[in-house]
């Protein structure tokens, strides 16, 4: 097992594996400094974000629940909080009002703007690696996200470039763009939010 030290020593993988916990739990100390400077925990700050970069249609309670992996109901008193300090508000989805959709407040916006450095000191630390490492690193990551999120671990939320779904520059000026999975035409500016059921073209 993992924690084993002299296993770690005969397994590259377990190795990594202790690697990328150490990491987690250094990310949640920093994140948890950041955030205390804002007056607000890190899942208030995930929360905003997610509703400041995910599609407003997709922006509902369901997936932000399984963006942060945890449940519908943590989801929701954490939702209430926001909800409370003016910066977030909860409206039903036109086509099916039994799912809220998040959307940012004016004030939500203006905190939004804020947090520019939130999460900078993990880019500042990997400012030592060269391009070379940093690719190849890049591609490990890569990799082992794909892994979990094909178990169920993890939802990778991404824009609409690069996923199967996506025909650019179908339709007319408003809705230039078109989701296969979705059937629907898309605003340049949707296309450019984050969305949940992003499947990444084998190219990629
Ligand atoms: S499924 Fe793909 S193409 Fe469709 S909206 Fe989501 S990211 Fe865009």
Redesign the pocket.
Known sequence: MIFDPQHRKESRSARISMALIRLSLAMKKMMQAESEALELSPIQIQTLLFAAYT?ND?ATVGNFAKAIGTTHVTAVKVIQGLVRKGLIVKTPKPEDRRVTLLELTSKGKELVSKLEHWGGSLEESLQSMSEKMMANFELGLGSILSSLEKRGHLVVA???LG?????PNVGDAATP?Y????R?H?SHE??LQE?????PSPAD
């Open positions: 599609r997709v991404e824009p609409c996923c199967i779904h996506f025909r763009h989701c296969q999975m979705i629907k898309l949707a296309s969305c949940p059921e992003h499947t």
